[in-house]
């Protein structure tokens, strides 16, 4: 596997981890449909909770959190409404972003709740 994709899989293993301590109901890790997929599916609070985590192993080019765009945000939003339509949901739903940054021996975690409202 690519050190990028190792680093990819360690951090979603820290934020399922980080989620469950704080006391989120996880769903789905990795949900696909078609071509788009959602990291982890969650509820929190009586509130479906998808959400994206981002991992680098430097600050260089910026915070992990802002390489969500537009684009990504749309993927997540199209994955969203399939898992909700296909299992039958009438509960808010959120968007958030788990940021997470591996270097050396140090980890930081990072939770943007509402990190993003979908556009129609």
Not at 30 to 59: F, Y
């Amino acid at each position: 596997m690519a050190e990028h994709n190792e680093t990819g899989k360690s951090g979603e293993d820290l934020a399922y981890e980080y989620l469950l301590k704080k006391g989120f109901d996880i769903l789905e890790r990795n949900w696909r449909h078609k071509k788009d997929e959602v990291d982890i599916i969650a509820v929190h609070n009586n509130c479906l909770v998808i959400i994206e985590v981002k991992t680098r192993s430097t600050l260089y080019f910026g915070e992990p959190q802002i390489f969500v765009d537009k684009k990504k945000q749309a993927f997540m939003v199209r994955a969203a409404n399939a898992y909700i339509l296909k299992n039958d949901i009438h509960i808010e739903t959120r968007f958030d972003i788990v940021s997470v940054v591996l270097s050396g021996n140090r980890v930081s975690i990072k939770h943007i709740e509402d990190a993003f409202y979908p556009t129609l």
